[in-house]
């Protein structure tokens, strides 16, 4: 079984805000690995006959091999090898690649810090070993990447579960922080790189606080974490004192952290669209999700997208695993240019009474491998359901322009305020009132009327993000 489909996947991308698949450090192992052995990392006998360019066609990012290709990534210093002198072999496909055709945003590695993942000597802040950690990243962010994010340090690294490990006790701590190193950042940079300075917050008061102390470092471009990446209220307020101060001018790129939801896909690219329009032409709004490769680690497969106004979603199912389908001739029943070409006995490896490379017979029929096939086939599956998500929406929104001054709370059962069989109401209504806010003279006032709506947007990420409202302002309090 061979099919020679290959598909470009940064040809449909259109004016929509830009996607990126956060690279795991699972699937960028495997792919570098095979590159610089030549093959010797995974054997020829593994690799599905359909794979006429070996495991280097499961490589996106290489536009002459890679089944398919997308130009646009993250990558995280987290999960990085900051080694300067292995890296280019151990992170390959990241290092080495078509700088002409790809971009790379890199994430500093924060989240990582705070949860104990990169050891920093937390006790003695500016220390030599908190500074020769500090100079790891940077030196990788600028062999790594084109963008890059500032080493900010989250507010949550001071909470009740992390203050313990890290010795931050208030949001101030992290702020002070945050800013000592985009000073280290600014003062040790060599230029090979564009940074995005952090935007961080656990409400209004604080995200003003963080944005007023920093707003005037003078880095590249933009990246909203915290309250502002999950609250659109907050996004468009930020935003417009943005634009108004001119902190947009110039500054080409904005990355949104870890956004997987399709209607905020558009929401995005709406606000793109009205910001280089309005602002700056040669803005770009990006964001960015580990969710098809976190979902392999649970087994779980894209299967198939849901466009209604009830299901705006890629559906993930279990995927299949049975040790009888050894050597199995079957197609692997899932669409996408990966899925094209495996049979199942490419995915379930392993038999009855076989050993894995543990020498002990496991649960389940997948190797190592089959992990690798099914993050490229659900990599693929995610870009294709963000580019469908905005062509859907474009083309209703050409029939359906609600104003939100007629949008009311409903049921989930209601379905007399759906005007488009294919998109949420939400989204038509938000594509609408973007324009307003980013055409009015007066965008609070459109913004202060629209509160309602822009608070049944926000959605699970602003759930997890705030425990849903509860204790949204103690942080507050921490300053005390």
Not at 58 to 70: A, C, Q
Not at 191 to 209: R, S, Y
Not at 226 to 250: H, P, T
Not at 392 to 408: F, S
Request: hydrophobic share 35%; glycine share 6%.
């Amino acid at each position: 079984m061979t099919n020679k489909r290959r598909e470009h996947l940064g040809n449909t991308q259109r004016d929509y805000a830009v996607f990126l698949p956060a690279i795991s450090n699972f699937y960028n192992t495997f792919i570098s690995k095979q590159r610089v052995t030549e093959g010797a990392h995974i054997p020829k006998e593994r690799i599905p006959q359909g794979f006429e360019n070996g495991v280097e066609g499961l490589n996106f990012l290489n536009p002459e091999e890679g089944y398919f290709t997308y130009p646009t990534s993250l990558y995280s210093a987290g999960h990085a090898c900051l080694d300067l002198e292995k890296a280019p072999d151990r992170d390959s496909m990241c290092v080495n690649r078509d700088r002409k055709f790809s971009t790379i945003v890199g994430d500093s590695g924060g989240y990582q810090i705070g949860r104990g993942v990169i050891n920093f000597d937390w006790q003695d802040f500016e220390g030599n070993k908190a500074n020769k950690v500090r100079s790891d990243i940077l030196n990788w962010l600028e062999l790594t990447s084109d963008w890059a994010m500032t080493l900010d340090v989250p507010t949550w690294a001071a909470d009740e579960l992390n203050s313990p490990k890290t010795g931050l006790k208030s949001f101030q701590d992290t702020l002070d922080g945050t800013i000592y190193n985009n000073k280290f950042f600014q003062k040790n940079r060599l230029g090979q790189t564009k940074f995005l300075n952090v935007l961080q917050g656990d409400d209004w008061e604080t995200a003003q606080i963080w944005y007023d102390k920093v707003k005037d470092f003078e880095f590249e471009g933009w990246a909203m974490g915290g309250i502002n990446m999950c609250d659109m209220e907050v996004m468009l307020r930020r935003l417009i004192i943005m634009r108004d101060e001119k902190k947009l001018d110039g500054k080409n790129w904005m990355h949104v952290l870890g956004t997987s939801q399709l209607d905020w896909a558009c929401f995005l690219t709406q606000v793109q669209r009205q910001i280089r329009e309005h602002v700056n032409e040669n803005f770009t709004l990006s964001f960015d999700s580990a969710s098809a490769f976190l979902s392999t680690a649970n087994g779980l497969v894209y299967t198939h997208n849901l466009f209604t106004p009830k299901r705006w979603s890629y559906i993930m199912e279990k995927a299949p695993d049975d040790k009888r389908l050894k050597e199995s001739t079957i197609p692997f029943p899932f669409p996408s240019v990966i899925g094209d070409r495996l049979t199942m006995g490419d995915v379930c490896y392993y038999g009855e009474g076989d050993l894995n490379k543990n020498n002990k017979e496991g649960k389940t029929s997948w190797d190592s491998f089959s992990y690798v096939l099914m993050m490229a086939h659900n990599v693929y599956n995610h870009i294709k359901a963000t580019h469908l998500a905005n062509d859907l929406n474009d083309i209703e929104m050409v029939k359906h322009q609600p104003e939100v001054k007629h949008w009311r709370k409903t049921k989930d059962s209601d379905s007399t305020d759906e005007p488009s069989d294919f998109v949420p109401r939400n989204i038509l209504y938000f594509n609408t009132l973007v324009k307003e806010v980013f055409t009015s003279e007066t965008p609070m006032e459109v913004i202060d009327s629209a509160t309602s709506f822009l608070a049944d947007i926000r959605g699970t990420r602003w759930q997890r993000a705030t425990g849903g409202g509860k204790g949204k302002n103690n942080f507050s309090s921490l300053f005390e």
